[in-house]
C-alpha cells in the first residue's frame, strides 16, 4: 500500500512538474512571438538616392537619428546615387516590403525623373507606399562674391550683356538645381551656359573657387559658406522668404510667378503591410515634432513638412503634373 501511495505521489509530481514547464514553454513561445512581431526587431535602412552632403541626405541623417532613439534600433543612412536619383530609388522600389527598406527621397527623383528619362527603373506611383512627407528645403542662386551682381536684376543686366558668357553649375544634368537653372533662364529671357557636376557640394565649392560664377544649390549644400562669406545670395527660389535668410528677397519678388518650394519624403517599397507604414508615419511625426529635430533643420535652412502618407500620395500626383509641363518647356531629355 505504502508503495502504491509513493507511486501516486511520485506520478503526480511529475504531472505537475509537465504541465508547469508546458505552460513556460506557452509562455515563452508567446514572448518570442510578440517580439517577433515588434517594428522594428533589428536594423532599418534610409535608402538615399542622392550623394553625401546634400539636402536630401542631411535631412535623412537628421531623421535616422531621431527614429533610432525612438525604435531603440540602429538606423542607418544608406547612399546610393547616380542617373540622378535613378538609381537608388529603382533599388528602394525593388527591396523587401516589410518596413526595413525605407526611401528618403527628393522631390527631384520622384516627380521630375520620370519626364527626363525614357526609363527610370521605377514607377513613381505603382511601386512606392507613401510613408510621410519630411521636410521643405530653402533653394537659393548663389554667386561667387567677383561676381558684379547683387541682386537677380543685376544678373539679369549683366546676363543680357553677354549672352552665353557667364555659366551656372549644378549636380547634374536633369537635377532640380539644373530645371531651376532652366526655369530661371525661360523666366527671365537670359542665356547660361549650364556645366554639370556629379554632386551638389562639388558644384559648390567650385562656385566658392571661382572656377564657376553662379549655381542654384539647397540652404544644407551652401549655408556654411553663405555665413562664411563665400558665397553670396542673389535670391531665394522658394516662393516665400527664407527664416535663415530673411533679408534676402525671393526671386519671385523680381520676377513675378517665379517660385518653387522642393519638398522631401519617406517612402516604403508597394505592398508594405499597412500597420506598419502608419505606425512609421505616427513616429516621424512624432521625431518632427521634437525642437531638437526642428532646430537642426532650420540651421539646414529647411523646415519640418509634416503630413500623412495620403497626403505625400496626392501631394506626388499633383506635381507629376506640373512638373511635366516644365520639364517639357525646357527641353530636357536625359538617357
Given amino acids: 500500500m505504502d508503495s502504491y501511495v509513493r507511486k501516486f505521489h511520485m506520478t503526480n509530481r511529475l504531472h505537475t512538474a509537465c504541465k508547469t514547464a508546458f505552460v513556460l514553454m506557452l509562455s515563452v513561445a508567446a514572448s518570442w512571438s510578440v517580439a517577433q512581431d515588434k517594428f522594428p526587431s533589428h536594423q532599418v535602412t534610409l535608402v538615399v538616392p542622392q550623394a553625401a552632403g546634400g539636402a536630401n541626405d542631411a535631412i535623412a541623417r537628421v531623421v535616422a537619428q531621431k527614429l533610432s532613439e525612438q525604435w531603440g534600433q540602429s538606423v542607418i543612412v544608406e547612399n546610393r546615387p547616380g542617373a540622378g536619383g535613378n538609381?537608388?530609388?529603382?533599388?528602394?522600389a525593388k527591396a523587401k516590403n516589410d518596413g526595413y527598406t525605407l526611401l528618403v527621397n527628393a522631390d527631384s527623383a520622384q516627380v521630375i525623373n520620370p519626364f527626363?528619362?525614357?526609363?527610370?527603373?521605377?514607377d513613381s506611383v505603382k511601386d512606392f507606399d507613401p510613408v510621410a512627407p519630411l521636410a521643405k528645403a530653402g533653394y537659393v542662386l548663389v554667386a561667387n562674391p567677383s561676381l558684379p551682381a547683387n541682386t537677380v536684376a543685376e544678373l539679369i543686366t549683366l546676363a543680357k550683356s553677354k549672352p552665353g558668357a557667364l555659366a551656372?553649375?549644378?549636380a547634374g544634368n536633369g537635377t532640380l538645381n539644373h530645371l531651376i537653372g532652366e526655369m530661371l533662364q525661360k523666366a527671365t529671357d537670359i542665356q547660361l551656359q549650364h556645366i554639370p557636376y556629379k554632386a551638389a557640394a562639388a558644384a559648390a565649392t567650385d562656385v566658392v573657387g571661382g572656377q564657376v560664377p553662379l549655381s542654384v544649390q539647397s540652404m544644407p549644400s551652401s549655408i556654411a559658406f553663405i555665413r562664411a562669406g563665400k558665397l553670396k545670395v542673389l535670391g531665394v527660389v522658394n516662393e516665400k522668404r527664407l527664416a535663415a535668410l530673411p533679408d534676402s528677397p525671393t526671386i519671385g519678388e523680381t520676377v513675378p510667378g517665379f517660385g518653387a518650394t522642393p519638398w522631401y519624403g519617406m517612402f516604403a517599397p508597394a505592398g508594405t503591410p499597412k500597420n506598419i507604414v502608419l505606425q512609421i508615419q505616427n513616429d516621424v511625426a512624432r521625431a518632427l515634432d521634437t525642437k531638437d529635430v526642428q532646430d537642426r533643420l532650420a540651421t539646414l535652412g529647411c523646415e519640418p513638412f509634416k503630413g500623412t502618407g495620403d497626403q505625400l500620395a496626392q501631394l506626388v500626383k499633383s506635381d507629376l503634373v506640373r512638373w511635366a509641363k516644365i520639364v517639357k518647356d525646357s527641353g530636357a531629355k536625359l538617357d
Avoid: N, W
Fill in 116 to 122: 527626363l528619362y525614357a526609363k527610370t527603373g521605377f
Fill in 168 to 170: 551656372i553649375a549644378s
Fill in 87 to 92: 538609381v537608388g530609388t529603382a533599388y528602394a
